[in-house]
């Protein structure tokens, strides 16, 4: 038996694929992650979507894409992507969004950006009120290695708000720290509840050493989050 967790994904990734892909579109992204399984699932049940040219966002959705028979196409060679669908780790009323719970945030900002539309997926446990109350392990900033204690520093110092805390994202089965899929490493940085996300990101980027903020702020038209009850709460932007 599925976790309502799980078939809150389920519905929320089904109903997104069903709603904003259409054969008529060329080129889509593929997020990554636990949700976009199950978008990668429905699309590979809806023949007429099997001649589009699918972009990943890491290893993980690139063998999604490849083993579900889909074509891949890189994002060199198609810079211009119709629909990007992609899950969340926490979402607000404005669908700001905090993501990168698996160090994918830098390609999948890319992905995302590239999309003439973003739409995220998620089940219920990411809604939120305020980016940094339900998702607490920390907002993701993925840094060249050799910086990383720089720009731990810089986040503890020069920010308009301070972080509770900053951590090196470590590695599980492996000695050391969480390698991306770009060779670098990843910080996450707590800050209770974030005022003003889109500030907090620029601020962020700004840093030397730091190639992407997990906050992807004033991006996402609509999200899509299964409920307990199987049904699928849907998000507009304003
Ligand atoms: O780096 C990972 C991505 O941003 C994911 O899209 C995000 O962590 C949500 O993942 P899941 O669908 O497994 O909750």
């Excluded at 699918?54 to 490849?66: A, D, V, W």
């Excluded at 305020?130 to 840094?143: A, N, Q, R, Y």
């Excluded at 470590?170 to 720290?177: L, N, S, T």
Aim: glycine letters at 8%; one cysteine or more.
């Amino acid at each position: 038996m599925a976790s309502a967790v799980e078939k809150g994904k389920k519905v929320a990734a089904y109903r997104a694929v069903d709603e904003n892909i259409t054969a008529d579109h060329k080129v889509i992204g593929i997020g990554s992650g636990s949700t976009v399984v199950y978008a990668v699932e429905r699309i590979l049940q809806r023949k007429e979507l099997q001649h589009i040219v699918y972009i990943p966002t890491s290893f993980q959705s690139r063998l999604l894409i490849t083993e579900g028979g889909l074509t891949l196409g890189s994002i060199e060679q198609f810079p211009e992507i119709d629909v990007t669908i992609d899950g969340a780790d926490e979402v607000d009323s404005q669908l700001n969004a905090i993501k990168g719970g698996g160090a994918c945030q830098f390609q999948e900002m890319v992905v995302a950006k590239a999309a003439k539309k973003f739409v995220m997926i998620a089940d219920y446990r990411k809604k939120s009120k305020s980016l940094g109350t339900e998702w607490v392990k920390g907002v993701p900033i993925e840094v060249v290695p050799l910086a990383y204690k720089v720009v731990m520093q810089a986040l503890n110092s020069q920010l308009s708000v301070k972080p509770q805390f900053t951590k090196l994202r470590m590695a599980v089965q492996k000695a050391g720290p969480v390698v991306t899929d770009n060779g670098n490493f990843v910080i996450d940085a707590h800050f209770g509840p974030i005022a003003d996300p889109y500030k907090l990101g620029q601020e962020i980027k700004l840093l030397t050493g730091v190639l992407e903020v997990g906050l992807f702020c004033r991006m996402a038209e609509i999200a899509y989050f299964g409920e307990e009850d199987g049904s699928v709460d849907i998000w507009k932007r304003q």
